[in-house]
């Protein structure tokens, strides 16, 4: 017999704290760790009431140290606990880098299986909300790149809640990158309690027959913004959220590409070896996919240049011109 | 080994309480740290509220910590090297920095990390404690060439908990180099107190690992702050090697304007704070108590308004940002990936497919 579940419309931050409230609750193992995550509730206020309902043994204000909060993370993982350490910007997790790319990733192959590191790293990510400094980096590619660890960045609070649920659950490291952007750009509706949004699995959020737009998490919006605007031109894109930046859905974008022939990819991060090198060299490795383009697969990312300072960054980021500039050139082509 | 007294030249109350540096006391100086103090002040409260208007990005603020930044700058001589973090403004001001430059920074332009010509000062370390080894680096470049030229690095408490502060100080020690870690303990490191981020009683105590002289001073006190700070430098100059100095203050406003501290500290403490050791309030008691209070210093407010105001109209008449500095500062000769990514923008904007 099935219950009806309960839903309700809240924010991707707000599903990303139910997503750690429903886990501390179902699983004593789960430990949540940061700078200013207790007490304070997060700069943000991702962990906020968690302090007040799970005390200061669960939910851990740390010294101001990542590679400490990495690495202690390690510790307690391999040792029977299964830690969510909250990075407080992505672009204040190189003191951390170290750790993750020769331990948290290498433990369970240096040990053929003996100790794992089941931890989950959080960190807002992305520009366009006139932060300082550092703080808007999208480095997901140095992540994507790094053998041992899953990278996985929710666009919506359904995607997000469910999408954390299963990283909790997953028995190794993954870097879940939250699109600051769109913490509160928006409320979804979202289940009350556990569900899970399977890691590894893409998802088409409008369909079509002409083009293939892929992109994720601070992007989504505004490729479905031009995918909208080129609509009116009666050119139909089919656009796909990843949800998962490794591994990646491979099938269905290899479904997808034999269906349009014509791929653009649309991220925030730096072009060189980001995300959409990676994909174009995954269609040239699916030979029904490679065979099916009709067009030179296009991409719209950030530049090669270091994220600027705010007053510059809409120039840095992807704009719905850019992408619907891209839609036009492989309608014509 | 772990004792370490905080030092103290004035009181909350204004009152000398160490004669050692009557002398020294010039009115020339202590007016000059009054005069720096309060535009220090009134440019911190202008920035909030310009933050709060939507004229400039997100700010830190500093309100309760000028004691320590100008006292500290001042002891500084004008050729050293200053690397502040993104709250010590109150510092590079004092030492020199271009207020125009400032407000820039806080408007999210690269401009307002570039000194004015001639002045060593670094552009704010965003990340925590990286910038005491750029410090110790410069500062040890300046001893290779045998210079008399020393470095200041400033850094809060916090920042005693990465790995940065301590490769910093054992680098400077083993290699005696001439650089002061200059630490403003504020009590939080946004809303962690000092007992819960380090469980020793100083950051002073942090230097004895290192075998190096640790000081621990009265944050607001301005004096106190000067000398120690001086007399490091000169110590440093004699080629006697790093310093750590603990100047134990306190921020009144938030970590930054997205920031609630109601969220972690009791706000009456401020108040109280206020009116026991503000570090303005006790060198104005300090200069009517001893003579040095001249009717003109009540006309400084207004003087250093206007030149404040004089700073916000110039940085908001600026044309808008440059797209050239973001395609053409990151190499000297830009590679053909970034000339390609820069002529596709020019493309898009001029509206040509």
């Known amino acids: 017999m099935k219950t009806a579940v309960k839903t309700r419309e809240i924010t991707l931050i707000q599903a990303i704290t139910e997503a750690m409230d429903t886990m501390l609750e179902r699983d004593p193992s789960v430990l949540v760790l940061g700078e200013d995550v207790g007490v304070n509730g997060g700069v943000f206020r991702a962990t906020d009431g968690l302090y007040e309902k799970y005390g200061e043994d669960r939910i851990i204000d740390t010294p101001l140290a990542e590679s400490g909060i990495i690495g202690t993370s390690i510790g307690l993982a391999m040792n029977g606990f299964k830690p969510i350490a909250e990075i407080q910007f992505f672009g204040f997790i190189y003191p951390a880098f170290n750790q993750i790319v020769t331990h948290a990733t290498r433990i369970r192959g240096r040990t053929l299986g003996r100790f794992t590191v089941p931890m989950v790293i959080r960190a807002p990510y992305g520009a366009g909300v006139r932060a300082p400094e550092i703080h808007s980096d999208s480095m997901e590619a140095l992540f994507t790149h790094m053998p041992g660890i899953k990278v996985v960045v929710p666009s919506n609070p359904y995607d997000a809640k469910g999408l954390l649920i299963a990283s909790i659950e997953d028995p190794d490291p993954v870097l879940f990158l939250e699109p600051m952007k769109l913490y509160r750009a928006g409320r979804k509706e979202v289940p009350e309690g556990y569900y899970k949004v399977p890691i590894g699995k893409a998802a088409i959020v409008k369909e079509g027959t002409d083009i293939t737009i892929l992109s994720y998490g601070a992007m989504m919006p505004i490729v479905l913004k031009a995918a909208e605007k080129a609509e009116k031109d009666g050119i139909r894109s089919e656009v796909i959220d990843l949800r998962t930046l490794f591994p990646l859905d491979r099938e269905l974008i290899q479904s997808s590409v034999e269906k349009t022939g014509k791929v653009i990819i649309v991220h925030e991060g730096h072009r060189t070896n980001g995300l959409a090198a990676e994909i174009t060299a995954l269609i040239n490795d699916t030979e029904t996919a490679f065979l099916s383009l009709k067009a030179p697969i296009q991409r719209v990312t950030g530049f090669d240049v270091p994220v600027p300072m705010f007053s510059l960054e809409e120039a840095y980021l992807p704009s719905i011109e850019a992408v619907y500039d891209k839609i036009r050139f492989l309608a014509e082509y | ?353």
């Open chain 2, 1 to 353: 080994m772990t004792d370490y007294p905080m030092r103290q030249i004035i009181d909350g109350d204004g009152a000398l309480v160490d004669d050692r540096y009557k002398d020294q006391l010039t009115p020339e100086l202590v007016v000059e740290m009054y005069k720096k103090m309060v535009f220090a002040r009134l440019f911190d409260r202008k920035c909030v509220n310009l933050q709060r208007q939507g004229r400039i990005g997100t700010y830190v603020p500093f309100e309760g910590q000028e004691a320590s930044q100008v006292g500290s700058a001042l002891a500084m001589r004008e050729d050293d090297w200053m690397f502040p973090t993104y709250r010590d403004h109150g510092a590079t001001l004092t030492f020199g920095h271009s207020l125009k430059n400032i407000l820039m920074y806080w408007n999210g332009r690269y401009e307002g990390a570039v000194p004015p010509e001639g002045k060593r000062i670094f552009p704010p370390a965003v990340p925590i404690a990286s910038q005491l080894l750029h410090a110790t680096g410069a500062a040890w470049a300046e001893k290779k060439k045998g210079t008399d030229r020393i470095a200041i690095v400033y850094f809060g408490d916090g920042a005693t908990s990465e790995g940065d502060f301590h490769e910093g100080l054992n680098f400077a020690s083993v290699f005696q180099i001439p650089v002061i870690f200059f630490n403003q303990n504020n009590g939080y490191a946004i809303s962690v107190p000092t007992t819960r981020q380090m469980h020793s009683r100083t950051i002073a105590q942090k230097a004895v690992a290192y075998d190096m002289e640790g000081i621990r001073v009265d944050g607001n006190d301005v004096c106190a702050v000067y000398f120690a700070v001086k007399e490091a430098a000169e110590k440093a100059r004699r080629g006697e090697g790093p310093t750590l100095i603990e100047a134990v203050t306190w921020r009144y406003g938030a970590h930054t304007t997205s920031d609630d501290p109601s969220k972690y500290r009791d706000q009456s403490e401020n108040e109280l704070r206020r009116k026991t050791a503000d570090p303005v309030g006790r060198m104005e008691k300090f200069l009517k108590r001893y003579g040095y209070w001249d009717e003109h210093l009540k006309a400084y407010e207004t003087e250093a308004t206007a030149e404040i105001e004089t700073a916000v109209k110039a940085m908001e008449s600026e044309p808008a940002a440059d797209i050239s500095h973001l395609f053409d500062y990151v190499f000297a000769a830009s590679p053909w990936p970034i000339e390609d990514q820069k002529a596709d923008y020019h493309r898009l904007k001029g509206g040509v497919r």
